[in-house]
């Protein structure tokens, strides 16, 4: 997994800038800087999911079970801190002040542009640039272990391996 996969960040920035034209907000000093922060806060999550899907890619081989169990394991909390921090940016959207109001609406609006393309586009960028498995058996096997470890609630009870059906109960 390279770094040059970044160019998913492209789309938030220039959905960031429709926005402004279609609502008619002036680019001044404090709503240029909204690419900026945008690019920097949405690159440090995709550092981590990218840094993650090598890790598992190193270890199974298989870009397609290395994308899966990386939104597994980090995908939650890319989703929780995005959140986190789009919601505080949001609340400087209800300032009486209107360039800091701009600021914090238009910029929450491109982290959560940006956490759309980790989750949508980034493994859509990932899983069409995989070279082909060598035998699909053995991808599908993968992601069958790795989903009953990542939702062991989800199994039919007399499917469980039996070591999640005591830590169950």
Do not use: C
Request: hydrophobic residues 55%.
């Amino acid at each position: 997994v390279r770094m040059a996969r970044l160019y998913d960040k492209d789309w938030p920035v220039a959905l960031n800038f429709a926005v402004m034209v279609i609502f008619a907000i002036t680019l001044r000093d404090v709503t240029s800087v909204i690419a900026v922060t945008t690019l920097g806060i949405a690159v440090d999550s995709t550092v981590h999911l990218l840094d993650t899907i090598r890790h598992h890619e190193a270890a199974h081989g298989l870009r397609r079970v290395a994308v899966f169990e990386a939104y597994v394991t980090t995908g939650r909390p890319v989703l929780v801190t995005s959140l986190i921090i789009a919601a505080g940016l949001a609340v400087l959207g209800l300032s009486d002040f209107q360039v800091i109001a701009n600021f914090g609406g238009l910029e929450a609006l491109s982290l959560l542009f940006a956490l759309a393309a980790d989750l949508f586009i980034l493994p859509a960028q990932l899983l069409a640039s995989a070279r082909p498995a060598r035998e699909d058996r053995v991808s599908e096997a993968l992601l069958l272990t790795t989903s009953e470890r990542a939702f062991p609630a989800l199994l039919v009870e007399s499917e469980r391996p039996a070591e999640v059906a005591l830590a169950a109960e």
